[in-house]
């Protein structure tokens, strides 16, 4: 399936979208905190809602019970692409 844009930053994208986690591009204590949040490389997640001022993000994890809040700098470092452009295994 195409797309026109697969590849978005998570702090790009809107509330109620479902996507795929492609890669972190955030290093040192920044990186190991999104994984040890469980925002690994290849996880569905979708954003539920930002906060009043738009920050911290609120993502569910893998349409599941499991919920992390994120600041909007620590999503830029989040590449995924929308659950739509994401080919069917």
């Known amino acids: 399936m ?3 844009e ?3 930053t ?4 809107r509330p109620g979208q479902s996507c ?7 290093s040192g204590s920044i990186r190991q905190r999104l994984l040890d949040m469980g925002l690994l490389p290849g996880r569905r997640i979708q ?11 609120e993502v569910r994890l893998d349409a599941g019970d499991s919920f992390v809040a994120i ?12 659950e739509a452009c994401t080919p069917s295994p």
């Open 2 to 4: 195409s797309c026109a």
């Open 6 to 8: 697969p590849d978005q």
């Open 10 to 13: 998570l702090d790009q994208i």
């Open 20 to 26: 795929r986690i492609l890669r972190l591009t955030a």
């Open 47 to 57: 954003l539920v809602r930002l906060a009043p001022l738009g920050d911290p993000l």
């Open 71 to 82: 600041r909007r700098q620590e999503a830029f470092h989040i590449t995924v692409t929308l």
